[in-house]
């Protein structure tokens, strides 16, 4: 009787010794090797003649997805099972497509494992049924545009502004390998495979970056009468934690606000020609720019937007020229407190 090649991949010795001794007990296969981390994955491919992997892609070294389709494309006729702990669909779903066989999850039978080899190796497809309500409602798109983490927003934001891991770790404060890990949850997250990937992601769906006002207010303690209605705001401002501060102002009065940021006239042109805003708030110095210009683009686009600009430096003739390019008002950012933020969304909503 022809035996079937196997590759048994998991980081986890106790795990491999369970799966390994299942397997023996099936006289149709041939454990040829067992490895525990990703390069150890592609150089038993390399060196064996393998008709089956087994494999957690879960392992060091081991980007699931675009390793996927590596292994895949260069030997097509290999099958996988993936044995997994992780039963998120869009994760699931993004493997499937990638080209794996089948999809086992770790907490079903020994004996479920048994068939699901068996049915890979017969050329059909397995997917442990605790996965299929969910892979079912992922075809039918009852997954909506994925709700990110205020720090995926963030991240998906230094990636859109072109930087690499090291210059998101210095940004941030966190290790290389925190980000590397952050990374791998959002592109699972986006159901993407690459941070060029996620960054078009973004840009098609712009909407994604929004901060809802509940989030934005969740720091504060010091609860405002709430405005109710849902409204979009955008924040345009070269300095990170102003615009934080305006988007915990503004969740305040507005939870049910979605709040948008930009530090540049690019990225708030960007989010204008995809979201009609109620109201954008718009410092007049954007680095090497300015907002007077970035309110004249805003209005070519959408000529009704209510655009007020704000200032550290008040100036007479900025206020003048602000004016004449479309603004509804010119604050000193000193000026701009709750109180008076609070009339300016009233302004909108009335």
């Not at 397997?23 to 994955?41: A, H, K, R, S, T």
């Not at 959002?186 to 992601?201: D, M």
Request: aromatic share 4%; proline share 4%.
């Amino acid at each position: 009787m022809n035996q079937a090649r196997l590759l048994l991949a998991d980081d986890h010795a106790i795990v491999r010794a369970g799966i390994r001794k299942t397997l023996e007990e099936m006289p149709e296969l041939l454990l040829v090797d067992e490895v525990g981390n990703g390069p150890d994955v592609f150089i038993s491919l390399e060196k064996n003649d393998i008709d089956c992997l087994l494999i957690d892609v879960s392992m060091p070294n081991f980007d699931p997805i675009a390793a996927m389709q590596i292994i895949k494309e260069k030997y097509p006729t290999l099958k996988v099972l993936v044995v997994s702990a992780h039963d998120d669909d869009v994760y699931v779903q993004g493997l499937l497509s990638a080209g794996v066989n089948g999809y086992h999850m770790k907490d079903q039978p020994l004996n479920d494992l048994k068939l699901a080899v068996q049915r890979i190796l017969e050329g059909e497809r397995w997917i442990s049924s605790s996965l299929i309500d969910k892979l079912i409602d992922h075809a039918q798109g009852k997954s909506a545009t994925p709700t990110l983490t205020n720090r995926q927003r963030m991240l998906l934001s230094l990636l859109q502004q072109g930087m690499d891991n090291q210059t998101i770790a210095q940004e941030t404060g966190l290790s290389v390998k925190t980000i590397e890990n952050h990374l791998t949850r959002l592109y699972r997250q986006l159901n993407v495979q690459s941070r060029l990937e996620a960054v078009n992601f973004s840009m098609r769906n712009p909407q994604i970056l929004g901060t809802p006002g509940q989030e934005a207010a969740q720091t504060e303690t010091k609860r405002e009468p709430e405005i109710t209605s849902g409204i979009n705001i955008l924040v345009v401002d070269d300095n990170s934690r102003y615009r934080k501060q305006l988007q915990r102002m503004i969740g305040r009065l507005v939870p049910r606000a979605t709040i948008y940021e930009a530090k540049d006239i690019k990225g708030a042109v960007h989010l204008v020609e995809r979201i009609d805003f109620h109201l954008s708030l718009i410092d007049v110095v954007l680095g090497d720019v300015d907002g007077i210009t970035c309110t004249r683009r805003i209005k070519a686009i959408r000529p009704n937007s209510r655009i007020v600009l704000i200032s550290a430096y008040p100036d007479r003739e900025f206020h003048k020229q602000g004016l004449q390019a479309g603004a509804v008002a010119f604050l000193d950012k000193k000026d701009l407190d709750l109180s008076t933020l609070r009339q300016l969304i009233a302004d909108v909503v009335t």
